[in-house]
């Protein structure tokens, strides 16, 4: 039986600025990351020094040899069209939310119709995250959410500055698909 | 120099960005259009054609910018100093303004019929004269 060949798969992290995607790409990346950032001037949107404009670049290696290539984008609006470009090739889409935001709900309604493709698929993970300062909405609340929406997505309350809480959201992401090729097959 | 908001910066220098600008669209040398955003994306003045679609191009030129660098980064070949862009109908050039702290870019398109040398040195001409007005505003 022949080996099988080492693969790479390109998986996308979005979600508002400031939700943490620079962050979680960081927290697994075992190469230096790619990171293409600029002084943020829109400090009433969120209050931080800087803000990506053109998108994250890390890697996760798996056993075998086998390749995560982790994007992660912009999160303002009007980078969409970079999300477009970034977004072709990937197999699927983390989105990440910000619990402190005024309406998470909106912010990941943004999400879900800009990566619809991601969506019909089966590959999307949204993964919330500041729960710890923010408690509402729960996780409950967004399945109820997605729900109302006829989506049947899964959802985890993160901290993306933790590894193992990043490589969970890759895990069932990539398990999700494979379920899904399975089932295609 | 740096700029902690993009709508400060709009009120306070557009109309000396908007005169800098100017200058180079009617020059008559074969510049179509003119920009200056924030290196995140907000466009800051324009002048010349399709102004009203700049609002989009500021957020590329802040992309491509920022892509540009982490390639100069890359492949170790010194310090971002500008993009440059060749069509079938034009041409365009991205550069930082020098003594913004890459905070400020420079965006112009010109005809095809333009020398790139001529091109190169109008935009690099206009990028000293905003930082020369810049400094001399906050000095």
Known sequence: ?185 | MTYKNSAQLRQDYAQMFSEELQKLTTSGDGVLAAQVCTSDGFEVAVSGRHAESHRRLAAMVSSLQALGAAVVEETEIGTYRNLIIEATEGKCIMMAVPGTGGDILLTVIASPQMVFGSFLLVCRNTCQAISARLLGVAA
């Open chain 1, 1 to 185: 039986m022949m080996p099988e060949q080492p693969q790479e798969h390109k998986i996308l992290f979005t979600g508002t600025m400031g939700a943490g995607k620079t962050t979680a790409i960081s927290a697994v990346s075992g190469i230096k990351m790619v990171k293409t950032e600029a002084a943020n001037t829109d400090r009433a949107l969120f209050n931080k020094a800087t803000t990506t404009v053109g998108f994250d670049y890390g890697e996760v290696g798996l056993d075998g040899g086998h390749v995560l290539r982790l994007y992660g984008t912009p999160g303002q609006e009007r980078f969409s069209f970079l999300w477009k470009i970034v977004a072709r090739g990937a197999i699927g889409v983390i989105i990440l939310v910000d619990n402190s935001r005024p309406d998470p709900f909106q912010d990941l309604a943004l999400y879900l119709d800009n990566f619809k493709q991601f969506v019909a698929i089966g590959g999307v993970v949204i993964a919330v995250g500041r729960t710890e300062s923010h408690q509402w909405p729960s996780v409950s609340d967004y399945c109820a959410y997605l729900e109302a929406r006829d989506l049947m997505l899964p959802v985890f309350a993160v901290d993306v500055r933790q590894s193992e809480d990043v490589l969970m959201v890759l895990d069932v992401l990539f398990n999700m698909l494979e379920v899904s090729d399975a089932e295609s097959a």
